[in-house]
């Protein structure tokens, strides 16, 4: 997501919307408009599950500076979690879910079929004998908004996403030397 805001940043510092045939691309969102949610599951991409649940907690840092300071077990619990969920087909929301409920857990976990990530997994929730996972408190508060508001549920519950950033942001679209010059394409 960082490097989708400095893209566009670069786009606009550089005078890349004065050119007329670039405003077809232009999508506006208004994630506050009631009567409309854009599905947005951020685990439906074609990353590799390691990198994408790096990213996720990379972008929970950022809105959540306590999670660099006072949250050590953040990343030990919501790493191994995320990769679960994004193998499993599932969202975001499930992430509340999953740290409270051992059956849920178990169910899901049994579905990875890369026995490598299976095995990690397992390393980190097989043991556990109860259903709340030790140490998530800290997790389970920062997936508050995810569960409690419609609209956020909504829209972050999706099991679709249609807001595609790598195609949106494809290599078709001419980029700015300053915008190419300091950063990768965001593709995986």
Known sequence: MAGLIYKIEAFLSDGYFSQPEYFERVIYIDPAHPDYTIPFN???NDRRPHHLADQV???FR???PTIQN???MFKDVAKPALMTLLVTGKTLVDLREFLRNKTNRDMLIAQITDPDLAAEVKKDFGN???DVVPDSSSVKN???DFSYYADVKA???ATENRLNFGKIMAPSIPMSPACSATSAPLRP
């Open 42 to 44: 951020v685990l439906k």
């Open 57 to 59: 907690l990379d972008s």
């Open 62 to 64: 950022r809105a959540g």
């Open 70 to 72: 006072g949250a050590p």
């Open 128 to 130: 556990i004998d109860k």
């Open 142 to 144: 920062k997936l508050t």
């Open 155 to 157: 829209a972050f519950g």
